[in-house]
């Protein structure tokens, strides 16, 4: 069984055209966005007034779940795509860790550095004799 990882790319101009540079420049800003391509289906990129002051849309359909969006406001298509791609994948990537987090909950801590709650409980734990060790001294005598 093989899944298409392919993620389509879809512009959509409202009042006005998204010329071919434009759209390679965006396809190659969004190649960024391939790490999370198992959980992405299609990316659509809405500019209205591309040319001048555009207000661009990236919308993000994943798999399962709603999509993601991500909105603004530049001077220029090209720099306004960048920020976009940006935002985008930081919404991604907290989308991920907060998926990561809900299956293992000491798993913020143990990426911090420091120990998770319950080993921190049992090396407190570990101060006090075990029970092999009472068992041992006992037989001993």
Same mark, same amino acid.
């Given at each position: 069984m093989?899944?298409?990882? @392919? $993620?389509?790319?879809e512009f959509?101009?409202?009042?006005?055209?998204?010329t071919e540079r434009m759209q390679a420049?965006?396809?190659?800003?969004? *190649?960024?966005? *391939? &790490?999370f391509r198992d959980r992405l289906s299609r990316i659509? $990129?809405?500019? @209205?007034?591309?040319?001048?002051?555009?207000?661009? @849309?990236?919308i993000v359909h994943r798999r399962r779940g709603l999509p993601l969006v991500a909105r603004d406001r530049g001077t220029?298509?090209?720099s306004t795509i960048d920020l976009l791609v940006d935002k985008m994948e930081k919404q991604l990537r907290k989308e991920k860790e907060r998926r990561k987090d809900h299956k293992h909950p000491d798993a913020k801590a143990e990426r911090a550095g420091g120990?998770? *709650?319950? *080993? &921190?409980? &049992?090396a407190e734990a570990g101060d006090e004799e075990s029970y092999e060790s009472i068992?041992?001294?006992?037989?001993?005598r």
């Amino acid at each position: 069984m093989t899944e298409e990882t @392919e $993620v389509t790319i879809e512009f959509k101009g409202r009042h006005d055209d998204i010329t071919e540079r434009m759209q390679a420049h965006a396809a190659n800003k969004l *190649a960024r966005l *391939a &790490r999370f391509r198992d959980r992405l289906s299609r990316i659509e $990129v809405v500019a @209205e007034h591309a040319h001048r002051n555009p207000e661009i @849309e990236l919308i993000v359909h994943r798999r399962r779940g709603l999509p993601l969006v991500a909105r603004d406001r530049g001077t220029s298509f090209s720099s306004t795509i960048d920020l976009l791609v940006d935002k985008m994948e930081k919404q991604l990537r907290k989308e991920k860790e907060r998926r990561k987090d809900h299956k293992h909950p000491d798993a913020k801590a143990e990426r911090a550095g420091g120990r998770p *709650a319950r *080993a &921190r409980g &049992r090396a407190e734990a570990g101060d006090e004799e075990s029970y092999e060790s009472i068992v041992d001294k006992t037989l001993r005598r």
